[in-house]
């Protein structure tokens, strides 16, 4: 990492969250869901820059009790490469290994090849005993 880049364990708005999300790739979302989304999030970590712009985040979403799913592991383009990612991983796997019961289920889908950062966490394909499935709406 050429910056040093604090995380912290706060939710981004609902516009910040999207714009990221849009920047990194990812499919935007309804900011009235978002809102709702962001504020029953199990664990947020953000990472922001010296002038406070939103540069990358990671959410857990779940029961708090048996099932954890990690999700939004986003990083802004221009800061890609620098190991952020890693970073806020380790903070969301941090929050999960002081609070997480034991017995506790951690999943998350992976886009190839993010895959790779997350198997350094631990984390293994689930085929072919299981496959993950999604609906959209």
């Known amino acids: 990492m050429d910056e040093l880049m604090e995380v912290f364990p706060e939710a981004p708005s609902a516009e910040e969250y999207n714009a990221l999300r849009i920047a990194a ?9 978002a809102r709702i989304g962001l504020a029953h999030s199990v664990h947020i970590v953000t990472l922001r820059s010296d002038d406070g712009q ?5 959410r857990i979403i779940g029961d708090g009790g048996c099932f954890y799913h990690i999700v939004d592991i986003a990083v802004h383009p221009s800061r890609q490469g620098r ?10 796997m941090d929050y999960l290994d ?3 019961h034991p017995g506790s ?4 889908i992976a886009d190839v090849p993010a895959d790779q950062l997350y198997r350094k966490f631990g984390f293994d394909y689930t ?3 299981s496959v993950g499935m999604y609906r959209r709406y």
């Open 127 to 129: 085929q072919p005993k």
């Open 54 to 58: 939103l540069v990358g985040m990671g």
């Open 98 to 100: 002081a609070t997480a």
């Open 105 to 108: 289920y951690v999943s998350l």
């Open 83 to 92: 190991g952020y990612g890693k970073l806020i991983m380790k903070a969301l």
């Open 25 to 33: 790739g990812l499919s935007p979302k309804d900011l009235a869901g």
